[in-house]
Each structure stands twice: as structure tokens, then as C-alpha cells.
């Protein structure tokens, strides 16, 4: 029998809560304890203040199952969605935290005896890595999982180091790898071919053991541990497949997305999959973050929102999805996940209505970029588009640099960002010369206004104080 995301869930808080661990709920997606801070991107960020050494708590150990996005800001997985099997932008880590309790030897104990006897899987399949320096780890790794050498890998980069910033805690981290077998590309971590499906790292596991300070990194008389799993890859695991979206938390929106798309496809992708994953993956982030109170704005968390909203959009074009496409997967996710997270459903009407008018704003100007950027192809020079020829585009036709920039990427061409800003100084600097305003173009769109006039009165304003930012442009500029 086939254990589901929410056996899986359930099965990791229960069993790190008969160790002693305190269950805590996942906080939002917006962090209200970090202001730097755009998303909640792991499961420790709420409890940074503890492993800071800023707070107590009643309790020395947790475990969570924590919403994270991954979009935007240090930590930004967006433009490697839909080419992966193993990336989201959003999705729940799971995680149990040691606040000066146990260490090392019992963080490793409790992940191997969670994944190879909780969940039975096979030993010859787990791989794990430990920083250079870090032969405690290495030792443990083989007194506990009984280990040879070839099995732990040993990582210079920073990559298996952590730190919180500058300063405050940091330590080097153990990562355990899954082997989805040699069908599936990708090499061992620490090889050129690593980025790949075939090694997928589960779980992380950070040990917090030194303080980092201007002077050096001291060590912590009282160290810390914190790891993250992701739920999607171990689902994955435990239900044969090697892809994420393959999952019972995902396969239903991609197989509907294809449903809803019978006139697809325009564009060839490498695999039939990845404008799908896109789009489940970008409804699902879209509408956990309008659940969790962000709306579509053109600043801060709001712009990120609406890239992943229009990122989604341009892969729907790509394949024919009809204008309603996002708004009609919605009601999939949401009812699927609304008995875990509540919100959602609250929030269901708010996020229809947002995909549609979203899609509805974009449409236009996506076509005509698409259009555009089409027409103007044979100017590209070794996988670079001229920056002169952006600028056009912008100045004459009023389509976003981002915009373009995101279209050729799909096909890995890049802007020349330089000359484009060159063109735009330029131009700036003689509309006011001429006294003719430093906005340079502007590009209004009536109808909208119109329709969101109506809609502002139609509702009560609460309900959309997101959308205020509407009478700006569509794109930062
Ligand atoms: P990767 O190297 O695969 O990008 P990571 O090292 O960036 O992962 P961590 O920051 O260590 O990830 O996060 C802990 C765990 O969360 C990972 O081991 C992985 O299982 C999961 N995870 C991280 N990023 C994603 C993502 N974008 N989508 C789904 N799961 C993720
Ligand atoms: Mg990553
Ligand atoms: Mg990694
Ligand atoms: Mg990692």
C-alpha cells in the first residue's frame, strides 16, 4: 500500500513527537519576525529568534511541517520550475529542531531511523554528504548507518556550510541523497553532472556549532540542530515515481491542466510535463500566498507574486491553455489541500478572481511581446538578443524589458541588459532636456482601469487592498 503526502505527514510529526519533540503548526508564508526576509523559505526561519539565542521557549525540541516559497530574494528556485522533477516554489519541509538539546549523533540517528525503518527504504539507495572538515559527521555516518567510505561524500563548497548571515550561528551540514536509479539522468553530489533527477537530496541536516563573529567562527558551548525535508520528495520516494508532480499531491493538477488544454501545443518542450509543472506549481504558490495575504502588487512581495502568476501565463500560452486556465486548476488544489491548510478555502473566491483578472490584464500584452520578440528574432547574435532592439520594444511598443527578457529565456537567450540601460539613460536624459517628463513612455491601459473600477465598487475594498497598486505599470521599470 501506497503511503499519500498525508500518511507521510503525519507519520514524520507523530514519530519525532514520541522522541520528545514538540509538534508546532507552520507559521505563514510571510515572516513576521523578518522584515529582510520576502518568503518563509525553511522551517527554521520561525524560529530564528531561539537559535539566536533571543528567545525561550517551553520546550528544547520541535518538529514542523512548514510552508515554504522559493521564489524570489537569496533563496529563488522560480526559473528552474518545470525543468526539474524536484523543485517547486512552494512546498512544506519538514523538519525537527534540537535548541541546545541533542546534537550531532542523535539528529543522524533519528533521520536514519526514520527513512530506513519507519519508512523502509532500502539502504543501498541512501547517499549522504558531510562538509570536508567535518569527519565527526563521517564517523557517525558510519558508526550509525554502518556505512563504507564510497557511500559518504565529502563537499569543499559552501553548500554543505551554513550560516545564518554575517553573523550569529552557523555550522557545516550533512545532506542525505536518494539514488532514483540510473534511467534517470544526473550524478553524485560534488560531480559536474550533479544537477540532474537521478540523486535528489531528501533531507538536510545543520549543525549549528559555531557562533560567527567579525573576529572568526567560535564554538558554541551549546550547539543546535536544524533540517529540512522536502514532502514532495519524499512522497516521491515512497510512491515509486521520480518525479514530484508525479505525486497524489500533484498528478491530479497536471493531469486536469492537460485536460483543460486540449488544443496544446505551439511550442515544443523537451517534455510534454514541463509547461504543466509550471502551471500546477505557479497555482499552487500563487494561491497559498493570496491565502496567506499577499496579493498582486508591482513592489516587494506582491511583484514577486505576480511574476510567478505571469511566469504561469506564458507557459500557458505556450501550449493553447485557455485565459481562465489558472483560475479553473485553483479549486483542484483547494480542495485537495484545504482539510491540512483551512486557508485556502477562506481564501478560494479571492484567488479565482485574482488568476482571471490577472490573465486578463496580461493577455494583450504577452500576445503582442510574443509578437514582437518573434518578428524580431533574426537580430539575435549568439544566443544574445541586442539590447538596442529591447529598448525599441519598450519605447515604441510599451512591452516590459522583464517580459522580454523571460520569453527568450524559455529558449536560453539572454538581454543585453547593458545596452538596453544605455538606450534608456539616453533616452531619459533627453526627454528632459526637452522638458517633456523623465517618465519616458507610458503605457495606459484604460480598459483595465475601467474594469477594476468596477470591480472596486462592486466589492467591498478590503477584500482587494492588494489592488491598489494597479494604477501603476504593469512591470517595474
Ligand atoms: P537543492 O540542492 O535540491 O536545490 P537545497 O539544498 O537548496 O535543495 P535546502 O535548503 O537544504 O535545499 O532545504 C531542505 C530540503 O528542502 C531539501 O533537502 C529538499 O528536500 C527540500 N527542498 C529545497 N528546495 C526545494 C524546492 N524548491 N522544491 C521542493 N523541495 C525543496
Ligand atoms: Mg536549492
Ligand atoms: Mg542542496
Ligand atoms: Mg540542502
Redesign the pocket.
Known sequence: CIMKIVDIRSAFLDSFQSLGHQIVPSSGLVPDNDPTLLFTT?GMVQFKDILMGKEKRSYSTAVTCQKCV?AGGK?N?LEQVGYTA???TF?E?LGNFSFSDYFKEHAIEYAWSFLTKHLKIPKEKLYVTVYHTDTQSAQLWKKIANFSDSRILFIKSQ?NFWAMGDTGPCGPCS?IFFDHGSHISGGLPGTAQQDGDRFV????LVFMQFERTLQGDIPLERPCIDT???L??IAAVMQGVHD?FHTDGLYHMIKTSKLLCPNASSKAFSTEDIPHRVLADHVRSASFLMADGVLPSNEGRGYVLRRIVRRALRFGSYINAPLDHLSELAPYLIHDMEKTYPELLRAEALIKKTLLHEAERFEHILAKGMRLIQESKSCIQEGVFPGEKAFQLYDTHGVPIDLIQDILSDEGITVDHEAFEVCLETQKASSRQYSLGSQGSVFRDEETENFWNSVTQAHHPSEFCGYHALEHEDYIQ
Open positions: 525553511a522559493r533563496h528556485d524536484r523543485h517547486h512546498f519541509m553548500d545532506e537530496e531528501l533531507w538536510n529540512g525535508m522536502g514532495e520528495r514530484n
